[in-house]
Structure formats: C-alpha cells, structure tokens
C-alpha cells in the first residue's frame, strides 16, 4: 500500500463548510455494524478543529461508538435548514477515550456548545476525505429565486421568523 493511501487523503474544512456548521441544528452520523446494517443519528454538539477533523461528542452514542470501534468509515450530513444546503462529509473516525493525552483539547470546543451541562464520554474525530455539497432541489428548479428567496419560504414552512439584527 502506498504511504499516501495508508495515510488516507484528507480533504479541508473552507468557510463555506464552517459556515452551515455553525447554522446547523445537528448533524447526522452514519455508521455501519458488524453485519452491515447502517445506523443513522442526530448529534447536536459538533465543531470543526482544525482544517480537516470534525469534533462529536458522544453523549449518548453506544451504538455509533461499537459501530465505528470496528469499521471507522462514516458519513456525516449537515444543513442549514433556512439556507436549505449544507455539506456530505465521509472520513474516517478515531474515538477519543477520557484516558487520551487529547481528550481534554478535542473536548473543549465541545464543552463550550454544552456549556458544561452533558457529561461526554468520547470524542469522535472525524477526519474529513471526501466533501460534497448537497442542496435543496430548489436551486435547481427555480434558479431565478435568490437565497433570500428560498429563505423566506423556508421560514413560512416552518413557522418561524428570523431574530432581527440586534444592533
Ligand atoms: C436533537 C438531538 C440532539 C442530540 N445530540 C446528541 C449529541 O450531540 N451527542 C450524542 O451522543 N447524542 C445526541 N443525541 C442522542 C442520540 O442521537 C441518541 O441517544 C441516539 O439514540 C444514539 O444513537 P446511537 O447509539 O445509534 O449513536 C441527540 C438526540 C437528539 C434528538
């Protein structure tokens, strides 16, 4: 095997990815097990580290946690549900345990999101290697409507209105 598929290539978080990140509920982890079932969960407290690792706290995770210590390929979706897009991450995951020399630095940025309310019991370090957009068909279909557009209908849909800019 060569040194780089060994290595496995990584791809970068840009800003565009930070971005839908920051406005996103959640995220959603896919793993697979043993036996070749998926299993696909929502996690709210996530963050980027760095250029090319996605931080989740494993809260409540058991199954994500067994699935990934055997097959550490997994997929992580993200969107801004008012932008309606967001990003498909594939990487690789690592499990961060209590007892490793990072633990406490791959959890800060996520201690900071539960403002220390959640005991996290791993960290799964996602290193990110392959990145694909993914957008509502409305960009498509109706390419003539502008993001404030499909904005505005996303808040109708969901019976929201946007906090006003706070001077
Ligand atoms: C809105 C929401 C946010 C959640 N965020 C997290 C999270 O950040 N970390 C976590 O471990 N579990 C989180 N959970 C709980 C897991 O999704 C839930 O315990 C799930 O059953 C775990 O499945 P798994 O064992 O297959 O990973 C969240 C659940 C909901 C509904």
Known sequence: MSEMSESRRRAQINDAMRADMDNAVLCWLATVDADGV??????????AHGDDTILIADIASTNSVRNLSAHPKVCVSFVDVFRQKGFKVVGTARLVAPNDADFTQMCAPLRILTGGAFPIRHVIAVGVEKVSRIWAPSYSLFPERSEAEL?????????????????
């Not at 299993?39 to 963050?47: D, G, Q, R, S, W």
């Open 38 to 47: 998926p299993n696909v969960t929502p996690k709210e407290i996530f963050a």
């Open 151 to 167: 904005m505005d209908a996303a808040y109708r849909t969901y019976g929201v209105r946007p906090e006003p800019d706070v001077p």
